[in-house]
């Protein structure tokens, strides 16, 4: 059974660092994976898709790695602003039909 | 930029009675979804349904639920007889296309879900 992690729960940054984000999945058989982000009380965004031959998929400040082998993604948010702050998602598809495997998020507070 | 639409955005039912979410998804995607979001946990799959038909479903999409594309371009959740704990923000996901099936992308875009509270 698939289970995706994602580590650490809550990030506290000041604005203008360099974010980097964890995410761990059990099964290496995926077809991709989506990074998302979430406003309180709000839907999901998505940021990127990588699929899982890509080793890197960029958009804008976000970079996504994956190594598949060894179950694991990174999201990186280059000089991070105080707009970044949400809760950002990872998912994991590893059934044909298309159906997301999500992790808990991790909670990002940019402060000016 | 094309979304998914989904209304109410919040509604308050009472325990028992039978409730329906809605959803428009982006018009050119044929695979859909609901996912629902317990406060303060994991968003869960519920299900999947292609060519009118649901590809697949969680445990928790028990008889109690029911999905439904009644035309062109609604996609419906319902739940017959809510309970408290069916208290939850509900999504709807489309997609072109699934993943291993067929050709197009497989990138899922999100509504902004209903708040469904059930007291």
């Known amino acids: 059974k698939q289970e995706v992690t994602q580590i650490p729960a809550a990030l506290s940054v000041p604005e203008g660092e360099n974010l980097v984000l964890n995410c761990s999945f059990t099964d290496s058989a995926i077809y991709n994976l989506q990074w998302f982000r979430q406003d309180p009380g709000k839907g999901l965004t998505s940021l990127l898709l990588i699929q899982s031959s890509q080793r890197e998929q960029t958009s804008g400040r976000l970079n996504a790695s994956l190594d598949k082998s060894s179950g694991r993604s990174t999201l990186y948010i280059a000089a991070s602003q105080p707009g970044d702050s949400a809760t950002y998602l990872c998912?994991?598809?590893?059934?044909?039909?298309?159906?997301?495997?999500f992790g808990a998020g991790t909670q990002v507070v940019v402060t000016p | 930029e094309p979304e998914v639409t989904q209304t109410p955005s919040h509604q308050v039912t009472q325990m028992g009675q039978e409730v329906i979410l809605r959803c428009v998804p982006i018009?050119?995607?044929?695979?859909f979804y609901w996912y629902r979001q317990i406060l303060g946990q994991k968003v869960e799959f519920l299900v999947s349904?292609?060519?009118?038909?649901?590809?697949?479903k969680s445990e928790i999409f028990d008889d109690q639920f029911s999905v439904e594309r009644p035309d062109g371009s609604n996609f419906t959740l319902k739940i017959r007889s809510t309970k408290l704990e069916d208290s939850a923000m509900y999504f709807c996901?489309?997609?072109?296309?699934?993943?291993?099936?067929?050709?197009?992308?497989?990138?899922?875009?999100f509504g902004q879900g209903t708040r469904l509270t059930v007291v």
């Open positions: 018009s050119n995607h044929l695979y």
């Open positions: 996901a489309s997609s072109e296309a699934p993943a291993g099936r067929g050709t197009g992308n497989t990138e899922a875009f």
């Open positions: 998912a994991v598809r590893s059934d044909s039909w298309g159906k997301l495997q």
């Open positions: 349904f292609y060519n009118n038909e649901i590809s697949e």
